[in-house]
């Protein structure tokens, strides 16, 4: 049967409205075919086709209301029994502007244009997977419970649910996901699926704003990558005061400077037995940016694991910034949180700038060169950044892999002090040659880096000339304070080392060691 046509030899407007209206068509309809057009459904009215297009034609309008036009009151809703909606080479929206609440739309979505949700409450129920447009959430309540292209905006007076499907497709951008929460809110529910499968920096859900962000059980990953620093990609984000509960699923991220969790600007980010991994190089499993006095940019993680795959420089942890605060504990369902990271210089912890990190009944492991359990630094110029930790199991198998470091990135030539790491009941095992169980390195600025032990142990267990001369044998230190401001204080602690020249304390150039008990 031939197309029933509006908008084809002059623009055109057709509204079918009221409970006795019924427009039926064997075929379909095309909705900007040769001039632009507009179909309304509003009411109680009923359009039923097999499929609707819409500005099937390049350079045309076609414009499907549900409801009301946009820049209308809301309207009641009408019927569409339609089997497919398909957006053409033109300039396509549909409109959902309505009074109604759970407002079912069956028909599969298909092709490039726009979704504009204004009022009323929507679920999508057809396979949506082969629209490439975006969604934009203005207000309302839009369902997904099937799977759509992205990418979906939400505005601060919308609000979107993923119950049943997932939303996948890609964007760049480092401020701007596959999802992208602008103020309104957000829930994502089990068995969901937020992918961003771009190949420059972009990310699978970002909050900003007012915005809050419900996720459980649900899998995020980005595959966006970029060589600068300042274009990361991210699984999930908040920022900018947003914040984000996520109760257990997956996040995950595969390419290069893709930070897998991440808060910046107040933003705010609680997960509970999250499974956290990244695997490109700087692919930090879980990132605090702060910066600002009197703001905080928190991440709080309770059970769960991150695991950064990357043999390049790939921490898990980074609390970096005045006010960046990340907390780490396990859970009372699923026992010790595991952190674990392969590669070179990759520490389990860091914090730097005035960045802090708590720890509670947490296993770290380390394998690469120079890879430290813990480690705390400040930048000339920063403020003091520490690390508190009870319970803690620190493994480390690459050489010159430290269990705790406190140390600097001065500039300048200044090398400055304020670097703290407090530890209770901590075990720490190196398994590398200059392995350092703890090491603090001094400052040339007056202010100390200080290590601080109460209970645990250490073991430094390379047996690099243990019974036999070998060389310089493991040279790892169970404590080494290594110039002036560098400050080891052990109380309680069981220290034992295995290699040639693996001394239990050693001080030098005016670091200082003390033991008690």
Do not use: M
């Amino acid at each position: 049967p031939a197309a029933s046509l509006v908008g084809n030899g002059g623009n055109a407007s057709v509204t079918v409205t009221g409970e006795n209206s019924r427009w039926t068509n064997d075929g379909g309809i095309v909705i900007g075919e040769t001039s632009n057009g507009v179909l309304t459904v509003s009411d109680g009215a009923e359009v039923s086709a097999e499929r609707i297009d819409l500005a099937r034609t390049s350079g045309r309008l076609g414009i499907l209301n549900v409801g009301a036009a946009a820049g209308a009151a809301a309207g009641a809703a009408g019927t569409l029994d339609v089997g497919s909606l398909v957006f053409g080479s033109g300039t396509g929206t549909l409109v959902f502007n309505h009074t109604s609440s759970d407002y079912l739309f069956a028909a599969d979505i298909a092709g490039r244009g726009t979704i504009t949700h204004l009022a009323g409450e929507t679920v999508l129920t057809g396979d949506n997977s082969g629209f490439t447009g975006t969604t934009a959430v203005n207000g309302g309540w839009l369902t997904l419970a099937n799977d759509l292209g992205g990418p979906v905006v939400v505005g601060e007076d919308g609000q979107l649910t993923v119950d049943g499907g997932g939303v996948s497709g890609a964007v760049s951008g480092s401020n701007n996901g596959i999802v992208n929460v602008q103020g309104g809110a957000a829930e994502i529910l089990d068995g969901a699926e937020i992918v961003n499968s771009t190949t420059s920096h972009g990310n699978a859900l970002v909050a900003s704003g007012d915005a809050t962000v419900a996720i459980s059980n649900s899998h995020l990953e980005s595959s966006g990558s970029s060589t600068t620093s300042g274009s990361p990609s991210a699984g999930v984000y908040a920022r900018d005061r947003a914040e984000i509960t996520i109760d257990g699923g997956s996040v995950k991220t595969t390419g290069d400077r893709g930070y897998a969790v991440r808060t910046a600007g107040g933003g705010r980010i609680t997960a509970t037995n999250v499974e956290i991994t990244t695997g490109g190089v700087f692919g930090y499993g879980v990132q605090a940016f702060g910066g600002t006095a009197g703001q905080e940019t928190t991440i709080s993680l309770a059970g769960g694991s991150i695991t950064t795959t990357n043999t390049g420089y790939a921490p898990a942890v980074q609390s970096t910034g005045i006010g960046a605060l990340v907390s780490i504990a396990g859970h009372e369902d699923t026992g010790v949180f595991t952190i674990t990271t392969a590669g070179t210089e990759s520490a389990g912890v860091a914090v730097d700038r005035g960045g802090r990190a708590e720890l509670e009944d947490v296993g770290i492991e380390t394998a690469g060169v120079g890879a430290s359990g813990l480690r705390a630094y400040r930048w000339s110029g920063g403020e003091d950044a520490t690390i508190d930790a009870a319970r803690v199991s620190i493994v480390t198998k690459g050489g010159y892999a430290a269990g705790v470091l406190v140390d600097n990135e001065g500039a300048g030539g200044t090398i400055v002090g304020g670097a703290v790491i407090d530890l209770t009941d901590t075990d720490i095992r190196t398994e590398g040659r200059w392995s350092h169980g703890a090491h603090a390195l001094g400052a040339t600025d007056g202010g100390a880096n200080r290590i601080s032990l109460t209970g645990g142990s250490i073991t430094t267990a390379n047996e690099q000339g243990r019974f036999t001369q070998n060389g310089d044998g493991s040279r790892a230190y169970a404590l080494f304070a290594e110039g002036a401001g560098a400050e080891i204080e052990a109380t309680g602690t069981d220290i034992r080392t295995y290699g040639q020249r693996a001394y239990g304390a050693y001080a030098t150039g005016g670091g200082t060691v003390t033991l008690d008990d």
